[in-house]
């Protein structure tokens, strides 16, 4: 049998799920902004996208613009190593509802004590199109990268050139 902690329970990711319940929101232009200590929204400097998130009546909405104008728009989550050293897979549960069809892909990102870093994503893309989505997407936990990491971050790329996502839950859980 598979367990999940789940922030909800208070267990593995409690602080992050705090933070984005707590979000007061923001907006970038290609480069950088912190929502928080532990998230960020992210767009490519040699770009021009702008990636805008906001708190809306109990769910936080998404926009990007120009999103195809640089390498990567994301919006970035920082995980504790010691925390994911404790589970097998890092699970992504998102509930939202897309305004028209969306892609982005989750990517576990690795960095090293020592320098460089190593990206892992699902073989397929998350796809969201119209109505309410629930999406649980799950990525396995290597034991001997998060053995040499100093920290990790959840990345979700966004593959759209415009598009606005609804969130009403953005989880990360560990499963064990």
């Keep these: 049998m598979t367990q999940t902690e789940t922030s909800s329970e208070g267990g593995a990711f409690a602080a992050l799920t705090a933070q984005i319940a707590a979000l007061q929101g923001g907006a970038v232009r290609a480069g950088h902004l912190d929502l928080g200590p532990d998230l960020w929204l992210s767009a490519d400097p040699g770009g ?45 549960m998102v509930e939202a509802t897309a305004r028209g069809a969306l892609s982005f892909t989750p990517t576990l990102r690795y960095v090293a004590g020592g320098g460089g870093t190593v990206d892992v994503a699902p073989p397929e893309p998350v796809v969201l199109a119209g109505g309410p989505r629930r999406h649980l997407a799950w990525l396995p936990l290597d034991r001997d990268r998060l053995a040499a990491s100093r920290a990790c971050e959840l990345n979700l790329f966004f593959h759209n050139d415009t598009m606005q996502l609804e969130i009403a839950r953005l989880e990360p859980l560990l499963i064990l």
């Design 48 to 92: 021009r996208a702008t990636l805008t998130c906001q708190p809306e009546e109990g769910r936080m909405v998404l926009r990007l613009e120009a999103g195809d104008s640089g390498a990567w728009s994301a919006l970035g989550l920082r995980l504790p190593v010691e925390t994911l050293a404790r589970g097998r897979y890092l699970g992504l």
